[in-house]
């Protein structure tokens, strides 16, 4: 079973919608999650990041962790086309490491 | 700042051959790793460094690979000798407090990606 499991996806939405994402983990003692995304032919960029229980807010995007069922979650408001990517989802592993899931290709039509 | 810089870019070579790719890091940042990126096994940490000096390895897939980070501002990957099933773009990261912490950001380099024949 890998460490940090997604969806590959592609998840198509339309133009406007809302558009989610989601992760499982492993490792009840991970402390740190993060949500990048990543462009075709991109390297990785840091969207967000949450420590605690419950919801985080950014713009148009909300992180969602809920440790007790070791689930994270990125929703998208209203998206737009340039939000098409892959997006991936991160945790902290012991010491100073991130494990990443496979990544979620998301398709935001017109 | 001028971020993570990669070098080379591309590149291609034939099975056998020895690779090395370079990577400076953000100045100040005290970690700096390497990932490997496949369609099939996503993005895996091969080994990182704290301060310059290897932490863990771990992930390095065998004895062909290895690391060297020999000043805080330059690290090589070395593939020697080179097989098709290395094929896959490889990304530098660094970090100023290491990825577990309260501001465990990572900034990636824009990857070399390497094809051998």
């Known amino acids: 079973q890998k460490e940090v499991e997604q969806n590959s996806g592609p998840l198509s939405v339309p133009e406007g919608a809302i558009a989610s994402l989601n992760c499982t983990y492993s490792?009840?003692?991970?402390?740190?999650f993060f949500w990048y995304r990543q462009y075709s032919g991109k390297s990785p960029e840091l969207i967000m990041f949450?420590?605690?229980?419950g919801d985080k807010e950014d713009g148009r995007f909300t992180a969602q962790l809920n440790k007790a069922s070791q689930y994270v979650s990125l929703l998208i408001r209203d998206s737009q086309p340039s939000d098409s990517a892959t997006y991936l989802c991160a945790v902290n592993a012991p010491g100073n490491m991130l494990t990443f899931g496979g990544g979620t290709r998301l398709m935001v039509k017109p | 700042d001028a971020g993570v810089i990669q070098s080379p870019r591309h590149e291609v070579t034939e099975m056998g051959q020895e690779v090395t790719l370079r990577c400076k890091p953000i100045s100040g940042h005290d970690y700096l790793f390497w990932y490997r990126q496949t369609m099939m096994r996503g993005l895996e940490l091969l080994i990182y460094?704290?301060?310059?000096?290897?932490?863990?390895d771990s992930g390095m897939p065998e004895d062909r690979f290895s690391a060297k980070m020999p000043n805080a501002s330059f690290s090589t990957l070395k593939i020697q000798p080179s097989e098709p099933r290395d094929s896959a773009v490889y990304f530098c990261a660094s970090s100023p407090h290491g990825a577990g912490s309260n501001t465990g950001e990572l900034f990636f380099g824009e990857g070399s990606r390497l094809t051998v024949l």
């Open positions: 490792d009840r003692g991970s402390q740190s």
């Open positions: 949450i420590y605690s229980n």
């Open positions: 460094f704290n301060n310059n000096v290897p932490i863990d």
